[in-house]
């Protein structure tokens, strides 16, 4: 079955530090993959999204990710985090090129705290 | 317009009432979701419509009615909810059902 995984449920950082943030997904095919996140009482953002070329996207707000196929992954990362970046982070991903049953399948989430 | 709008933003309801909620986008999108949200978890997909038409149905139950008016509308008519199914009832929608999805602020439901 389709699912994904992020292995970091928690992360506690300090402002400044770096991020890196896990994510794969069960196997390969043609894949489109995103990551959302989450600002405490909002709704869910896009901060980039992966659907061909470049493997390494740029997204809003400094994050960037690196797709490898090889590994099926797609990690998140930001050089220096700020405090609010603090947020829960959603690797999403879906399968083909679409049609009727095609869905998105979300990871676990990860909830990073960024300490000022 | 770049908006998903859902509403009501809260609803206390019983077991016993019924109601709607209601999601709106007027980015021409062709595909409109829902999802279910608990605390600290991802969203779980419970419909999709594809050009209007049911295409994905989670194996939700009865209690909860998806109803697609028009290409801009989705609505969720609930009858007979349990206290378990209190929480975080998200609305996306995205061009295709590949793109990527546009969220909603959501309605956050607590069932008495």
């Known amino acids: 079955a389709q699912s994904v995984s992020q292995h970091n449920h928690h992360v506690i950082l300090s402002e400044a530090a770096s991020l890196e943030l896990g994510c794969n997904y069960s196997?390969?095919?043609?894949?489109?993959l995103f990551w959302y996140v989450q600002y405490p009482g909002q709704h869910l953002q896009l901060l980039l999204k992966?659907?061909?070329?470049d493997p390494l996207v740029k997204g809003i707000k400094g994050f960037e990710a690196e797709f490898i196929k090889s590994k099926f992954s797609f990690n998140l990362r930001k050089p220096s985090v700020q405090w609010s970046d603090t947020a829960e982070y959603f690797c999403?991903?879906?399968w083909g090129y679409g049609g009727a049953t095609n869905k998105l399948i979300f990871g676990t989430g990860t909830l990073l705290a960024v300490q000022p | 317009d770049t908006e998903v709008t859902q509403t009501p933003k809260h609803l206390v309801m019983g077991m016993t009432n019924k109601k709607s909620l209601k999601c709106e986008q007027h980015?021409?999108?062709?595909?409109m979701y829902w999802y279910k949200q608990k605390a600290k978890k991802p969203p779980e997909l419970m419909f999709v419509?594809?050009?209007?038409?049911?295409?994905i149905n989670e194996s939700v139950p009865s209690r909860f009615s998806p109803e697609c008016p028009n290409s801009s509308l989705l609505n969720l008519h609930l009858h007979a909810l349990q206290p378990e199914d209190s929480a975080l009832y998200l609305c996306?929608?995205?061009?295709?059902?590949?793109?990527?999805?546009?969220f909603g602020p959501g309605t956050r439901l607590t069932v008495l």
């Open positions: 196997y390969g095919g043609t894949v489109n």
């Open positions: 999403a991903v879906n």
């Open positions: 419509y594809s050009y209007e038409k049911l295409s």
């Open positions: 992966y659907f061909s070329g």
């Open positions: 996306a929608s995205s061009q295709e059902s590949y793109n990527e999805q546009f």
């Open positions: 980015m021409g999108h062709r595909a």
